[in-house]
């Protein structure tokens, strides 16, 4: 059974920090695509940041150069470091990984709030 655990959101400033994590039992983040996502009130989810297997990384225009998302193969688990951070970062993230179309697997989601 895959399980995915996220921690570390809460409540900040703009221009604060926060750095998101997700532990994964049941599956394997270096082997997969992982992934993390937002969804802010009445709006769609979207992809923030993502890694693939080999290492490669993608980011979201509005998050590119403020976002770094890390892979530690060791403790299987995939971080998203969140700086300078603004109001409208404010959103519910979910951390993913897909092994493929039947195999999309989701945290349950926690809650980030930039405000002051």
């Known amino acids: 059974q895959v399980q995915l655990v996220e921690s570390g959101g809460g409540l900040v400033q703009p221009g604060g920090s926060l750095r998101l994590s997700c532990a994964a039992s049941g599956i394997i983040f270096s082997t997969n695509l992982g992934r993390w996502y937002r969804q802010a009130p009445g709006k769609q989810r979207e992809v923030v940041a993502s890694?693939?297997?080999?290492?490669?990384?993608n980011y979201a225009g509005a998050v590119k150069g403020r976002f770094i998302i890390s892979r530690d193969n060791a403790k299987n688990m995939i971080d998203l470091q969140m700086n300078s951070l603004k109001p409208e970062d404010t959103a519910v993230y979910y951390c993913?990984?897909?092994?493929?179309?039947?195999?999309?697997?989701w945290g349950q989601g926690i809650q980030v709030t930039v405000s002051s």
């Open positions: 993913n990984v897909w092994k493929g179309p039947l195999q999309n697997y």
């Open positions: 890694i693939a297997s080999d290492g490669t990384t």
